[in-house]
């Protein structure tokens, strides 16, 4: 797809319907009619040092998000067994901060461990900030199948939103995630300010990283941070950044998570017609929708999916 193409379609002015229906040809080529559904749990949140302008969880901010350590092992399991119940196909342990502590890798790779024997149907996913190699292989060889590490946004335009933290660390520990073997989840999140060439810098650097899926997160301004005004987003825009990555990203899922109840709202039902993955519950520190209205959604286009509720 030509750039300008691309990029006539996130200014809106090339029409959008016409490659919304390619890129749902795309996505039914490459991923057929299912949908792939993936729960976290936030098993660590707040008092995290990074200085991201979006996030409630960040130290720099006063937000009402919930601050407490990482989570029992009997807390984290029994999420994980909630998952399984519901029919998710995979789960993700997720923590706040830019790396853990020895004790509480060692914490996460006992549950791993464990869930991999107790719910062997469970792909089992964590997000635990900047890892170096032997803590990915440790995670590897506990049970762990995907390790999440997002880039937030595109590079040029990474210092505007987070002056505490390196882009290139985070390229780097992407890349470290791949050359021990495990599969890489790897996006960001948009709503941020970002324009066009913005977009279209982060999915060309995407597309240049290969991930094996996308997760892609819209702003939903938390009060107390310093983009609580924001006001970025149409449900329009976030409909044709969709379709955008998919063009650019044919054999790639795409994983739509945080914010898309909050901003693209009635057309969010147009989501799985373009992305093949759906994050499901509740996010990092907002709500999201109910498992059975996600499962009618996805049913109602025709999708299938593994949730049972």
Same mark, same amino acid.
């Given at each position: 797809?030509?750039? #300008?193409?691309?990029? +006539?379609?996130?200014s809106?002015?090339?029409?959008?319907?016409?490659? @919304? %229906? %390619?890129? *749902?040809?795309?996505?039914?080529?490459?991923? +057929?009619?299912?949908?792939?559904?993936?729960?976290?749990?936030?098993?660590?949140?707040?008092?995290?040092?990074? /200085? !991201?302008?979006?996030?409630?969880?960040?130290?720099?901010?006063?937000?009402?998000?919930?601050?407490?350590?990482?989570? =029992?092992? /009997?807390?984290?399991?029994?999420?994980?067994?909630?998952?399984?119940?519901? +029919?998710?196909?995979?789960?993700?342990?997720?923590?706040?901060?830019?790396?853990?502590?020895?004790? #509480?890798? %060692?914490?996460?790779?006992?549950?791993?461990?464990? !869930?991999?024997?107790?719910?062997?149907?469970?792909? @089992?996913?964590?997000?635990?900030?900047t890892?170096?190699?032997?803590?990915?292989?440790?995670?590897?060889?506990?049970?762990?199948?995907?390790?999440?590490?997002?880039?937030?946004?595109?590079?040029?335009? $990474?210092?505007?939103?987070?002056?505490?933290?390196r882009? *290139? /660390? *985070?390229? #780097?520990?992407?890349?470290?995630?791949?050359?021990?073997?495990?599969?890489l989840? !790897?996006?960001?999140?948009?709503?941020?300010?970002?324009?066009? %060439?913005?977009?279209?810098?982060?999915?060309?650097?995407?597309?240049?990283?290969?991930?094996?899926?996308?997760?892609? &997160?819209?702003l939903?301004?938390?009060?107390?941070?310093?983009l609580?005004g924001?006001?970025?987003?149409?449900?329009?825009?976030?409909?044709?950044?969709?379709?955008?990555?998919?063009? =650019?990203?044919?054999?790639?899922?795409?994983?739509?998570?945080?914010?898309?109840?909050? &901003?693209?709202?009635?057309?969010?039902?147009?989501?799985?017609?373009?992305?093949?993955?759906l994050?499901?519950?509740? $996010?990092?520190?907002?709500?999201? *929708?109910?498992?059975?209205?996600?499962?009618?959604?996805i049913?109602?286009?025709?999708?299938?999916?593994?949730?049972?509720?």
């Open positions: 797809m030509e750039k #300008e193409t691309l990029r +006539g379609i996130l809106g002015k090339v029409p959008l319907w016409p490659y @919304l %229906e %390619e890129a *749902r040809r795309l996505r039914e080529e490459v991923f +057929g009619s299912r949908v792939e559904t993936c729960a976290i749990v936030n098993a660590k949140s707040g008092r995290c040092p990074s /200085d !991201c302008r979006f996030c409630a969880q960040s130290a720099h901010w006063q937000t009402e998000a919930p601050v407490y350590p990482l989570l =029992s092992e /009997d807390r984290l399991l029994r999420a994980v067994e909630e998952a399984a119940r519901a +029919g998710v196909d995979r789960f993700s342990f997720v923590t706040s901060g830019v790396r853990l502590s020895g004790r #509480e890798l %060692e914490r996460l790779l006992r549950v791993i461990a464990r !869930c991999r024997r107790e719910f062997p149907g469970l792909k @089992l996913c964590a997000s635990l900030g890892l170096g190699r032997e803590e990915l292989q440790a995670l590897k060889e506990a049970g762990l199948s995907r390790y999440h590490h997002n880039l937030e946004t595109a590079e040029s335009f $990474y210092p505007r939103i987070c002056t505490t933290q882009w *290139r /660390d *985070r390229y #780097e520990t992407a890349l470290r995630v791949k050359e021990v073997g495990l599969s989840c !790897c996006g960001g999140i948009f709503g941020l300010g970002e324009g066009p %060439e913005e977009v279209l810098e982060f999915a060309e650097t995407l597309a240049e990283l290969s991930p094996d899926s996308v997760p892609v &997160n819209f939903h301004p938390i009060p107390g941070t310093p609580a924001a006001n970025f987003l149409t449900p329009l825009k976030c409909l044709a950044i969709l379709v955008v990555l998919r063009l =650019s990203l044919p054999r790639t899922q795409i994983r739509v998570c945080g914010g898309r109840e909050f &901003n693209l709202r009635e057309l969010q039902a147009l989501v799985p017609l373009v992305c093949d993955a994050m499901v519950g509740n $996010y990092l520190t907002t709500r999201g *929708r109910r498992l059975s209205d996600d499962r009618r959604l049913e109602d286009l025709g999708y299938t999916c593994g949730l049972k509720v």
